[in-house]
Every structure is written in C-alpha cells, then in structure tokens.
C-alpha cells in the first residue's frame, strides 16, 4: 500500500504492473531497475513521465501535474521527504475525487457525473485541471485531513507544508493565478501550524475527560448541560470558555497554551456545584 495513513475511507487500490494515473506517483520512487522486464518498465516509465512534463498548461488535468510536481520533487529532497510528500499528494488525490464535486457548477457537475459513470476511480483529477486545487484546499486540510485520515502530527503538519509548496509550485508555472496561489498558500501554511497543535489540543481534552465524575444527564437542567458543537470563544492560563457561556472549563495548561478562539468541537459539558466540567470531546478543528 502506498498510503502510510490509515484512511477512514474505502480500502485503496493496490499498485499493479499498468500504468494508470496512481503509477505516477511511484515512478519518481522506482528503485533501480535490474532483469529485462524491469528495464522495459522503466522505458515505458520514462516515456509516460515526459509525456507529462510536457503537458501544456491550459490542457493539464490534476493527476499530470501531480506527477509532474513529485517528478520534480524528487531531485531536491531526500528519500524519507519525498515519500512523505508521495502521501500527501495521494491523500489530496482521494479528497478531490471524493468530495471536490460537491462545489461544481451546473455544467461542470454534469461532465463529472458523465465522467463518473464511465468510470469512477478518479474521475475528478482525470477530468478537471489544476485550478480546482485552490479551492478545495480548505476541505482538504480542515476537515478531510482531521476527519477522514488517522494521521500523527508530524503528517498533519506535512499535509500543510507540502500543499503550500504544490500552490506555489502551481503558481510559478502558470497553471494558477498568483492572488488563487497566495490565499491558498496561506491557508496551506496556517493548517501546519495548527493541525498538529488542535490535534494535540484534542488528545489533552480527551485525557481531561477520562477523569469527569461520573453526571447523570436527566438530573441536570438545561441551563447546567451542553451536548453541542461549540466554538471556543476565549482562553485563559488553565481554561476555556466555549460558546453559549460555557465555562471557564479547568483544563491542563498545556491545553490552554495550545488553544485558539474560534477553534471548535463537539463537547458535552455539564455544571455541577457551580462549576463546568467537560465530560466529552470530539475532534478540535482550527
């Protein structure tokens, strides 16, 4: 398997001997090639990446600049990078073709669904051309990467880095504008700061909610219970306040340290003795 990411997601097609849109990824990670087949392989290889080099700009779908930009990569980074570059690009390819179609417009959401039908395994990056990138950053890095991906923070934090060096890359060769590339540079580069911190955030609040007193919700009031996806609206050394006058909630100060207004979750929280304790949390998104 490619994907080094456990992917809440369908099972991903293993890797066979044809070239497909999935093999331009791992042409700029072959190993050296030794019997008479392999150097056959490579041959085809090698006239398959050309071929995607030398796509031009205004033609290009993204599953050719995807290979084009790890083909490049390749030179520049050392083995354990590339392959952590290798996964993002894969990841990204999963999150448009599984959801970038819901933002089309009329007439392109019929091509797509044509393009579907016909054959469904990536028909969003074999049909549409690079300029869908930018606008689906967002649901790539906030909520495809938090929801749909069991990944660490160091993946996390690679998800962002390598994304803002793709709309870069993008940018300098035409195939987007500069103003689509900087927004979603910035974005890019914000989500690699933030994930692997919310990521944390949410592991800290977790741990916090192992050691909640046990609450009986039909002895709560309405006022004193919250079972509801809140935003946190500010944070002080040791608490949190959430949306809806939830709060100060005491939480480590590591916890504190790590979290940000606006940052949100599902939480179930309830006040006892004039005191708010959480006693569940879900995914913290920033």
């Known amino acids: 398997m490619l994907l080094r990411a456990a992917l809440l997601l369908p099972a ?14 791992t042409l700029a990670s ?36 995807l290979a084009r930009f790890l ?21 990204l390819r999963h999150c448009l073709d599984g959801y970038a179609y819901q933002s089309l417009e009329d007439a392109e959401r019929r091509r797509w669904e044509a393009e579907f039908e016909a054959n469904e395994e990536g028909a969003f990056c074999r049909l549409f051309g690079p300029e869908k990138v930018p606008e689906n950053l967002g649901e790539f890095l ?55 911190m919310a ?35 500010d944070v002080e050394p040791g608490k949190l306040w959430f949306e809806g006058g939830v709060g100060p909630i005491a939480v480590p100060r590591e916890a504190s340290d790590l979290a940000r207004p606006g940052w949100s979750s599902f939480l179930t929280a309830a006040r006892t003795g004039g005191r708010w304790r959480l006693l569940e949390i879900g995914v913290v998104y920033p």
Do not use: N
């Open 142 to 196: 906030g909520y495809f990467m938090v929801r749909k991906v069991i990944a660490g923070q160091e993946l996390l934090k690679a998800a962002g880095t390598v994304t803002a060096k793709l709309v870069r890359w993008l940018a300098e060769r035409d195939y987007i504008d500069c103003d689509s590339a900087k927004d979603a540079g910035d974005r890019a580069r914000e989500a690699s700061r933030d994930l692997p």
């Open 30 to 65: 072959t190993p050296a090639f030794g019997g008479a087949d392999d150097m056959r392989a490579s041959v085809v290889a090698a006239r398959y990446v050309s071929l995607v080099m030398s796509v031009a700009p205004e033609h290009a779908t993204i599953d050719e600049v």
């Open 71 to 91: 083909v490049e990569q390749r030179d520049r980074l050392s083995a354990r990078t590339f392959r952590r570059y290798e996964e993002v690009v894969e990841l």
């Open 12 to 25: 991903v097609p293993v890797w066979t001997g044809r070239l497909s849109r999935q093999d331009t990824c």
């Open 199 to 233: 990521d944390r955030l949410g592991m800290l609040l977790h741990d916090l909610t192992d050691q909640a007193p046990a609450i009986d919700p039909d002895a709560a009031t309405d006022a004193d219970w919250v079972e509801d996806y809140l935003a946190i609206t």
